[in-house]
C-alpha cells in the first residue's frame, strides 16, 4: 500500500501513510503534514509499526525536519511508541495535560521527558513553519483529555477516534449509509456521551472542512459526507446514554 496525498499545494502538503498493521492489532493510521520546511505526525501508533512509521515519515519529510508529534489522547495504537520517536528525532510531542504523568508508563527516557508539552483543556494553535494549526477540545470523545487537530490550509480535519471505522474495504468513504455499518457500533460504546457529540458539533461547524480524517478507517472527503457526518454525530445516542442501566450487580 502506498501513501495517499490528501492535499498538496502551495509548499504545504498532507499525506495518510501507508498502513503497517497487521495481525490482532487494530489498525490505525498515521498522518504527516508538512509546510515550509517543518512537519507533523499525527498519533505514530506502537512499538509493531514504529520502526515502519518512522521509515516512510523520513522518506516524505526528505530535507524538512519533524517539529512536531501530536498525540490526540493517551492510548498505546497513539503513544505507545513515542520515546523512540523522541530519541530518534528533535520534534516536541504535545499532549492532554491529563496524560503527562501516564505517558511515562510507556518507557519514556528521562533524556527526552522536556519535549513531552501538556496540551490546556481549551486547546491550542501550533505554528508549523508560519502556518497555525488549531488543537482543538475533544474531550469523552473517547478519552477525558482528547484533542483533534484542524488544518486551515488543506481545510482537514484530523478527529482522532471520532469517525473511526473498522472492517471498511476503502480508504475513502463512498457512502455514509453504506459506511455505517462500519462505524455505528464502535462510536455507540466508545464515545462518551450525546451531550460530548453536540458540543464538539457546535464547535467543528464553525471550521470549513473539506476532510475529515480519524485514526481508524476510511477518511470523509468533500463538504456533503462531511455534513452529514456532523449532523449524525449531533444526534448519536452513545456511551452513557446507553449503558447507564449496565451498572447492576452481577447476579
Known amino acids: 500500500m502506498q501513501s495517499t496525498i490528501l492535499y498538496d499545494g502551495s509548499g504545504h502538503k498532507n499525506v495518510l501513510l501507508p498502513s503497517f498493521d497487521e495481525g490482532i492489532a487494530v489498525q490505525a493510521n498515521q498522518h504527516l503534514v508538512l509546510h515550509g520546511g517543518g512537519g507533523m505526525i499525527l498519533d505514530p501508533g506502537g512499538h509493531k509499526v514504529y520502526s515502519r512509521v518512522l521509515a516512510e515519515t523520513r522518506v516524505r519529510l526528505g530535507e524538512a525536519n519533524l517539529d512536531y508529534i501530536f498525540l490526540s489522547h493517551q492510548d498505546p495504537d497513539i503513544v505507545a511508541a513515542v520515546n523512540g520517536w523522541l530519541l530518534a528525532t528533535d520534534a516536541v510531542a504535545y499532549a492532554s495535560k491529563l496524560w503527562m504523568r501516564f505517558i511515562p508508563h510507556f518507557g519514556l527516557d528521562k533524556l527526552v521527558m522536556d519535549r513531552l508539552r501538556p496540551i490546556p483543556d481549551e486547546g491550542m494553535k501550533l505554528d508549523l513553519r508560519g502556518t497555525s494549526l488549531l488543537i ?100 448519536l445516542r452513545c456511551g452513557i446514554d446507553l449503558l447507564a442501566d449496565k451498572f447492576v450487580i452481577p447476579a
Open 136 to 235: 482543538l477540545p475533544a474531550h469523552f470523545l473517547h478519552s477525558c483529555g482528547n484533542f483533534h487537530v484542524y488544518d486551515p490550509v488543506s481545510k482537514i480535519l484530523y478527529s482522532g477516534d471520532l469517525g473511526a471505522s473498522l472492517g471498511a474495504p476503502y480508504q475513502e468513504v463512498p457512502d455514509f449509509d453504506g459506511h455505517l455499518e462500519y462505524m455505528a457500533g464502535f462510536h455507540e460504546r466508545y464515545m462518551g456521551s450525546n451531550a460530548a457529540m453536540r458540543a464538539w458539533a457546535q464547535m467543528v461547524r464553525q471550521l470549513d472542512i473539506e476532510t475529515i480524517a480519524p485514526q481508524h478507517g476510511a477518511y470523509f472527503r468533500g463538504k456533503p459526507l462531511v455534513n452529514r457526518f456532523i449532523d449524525w454525530c449531533e444526534g
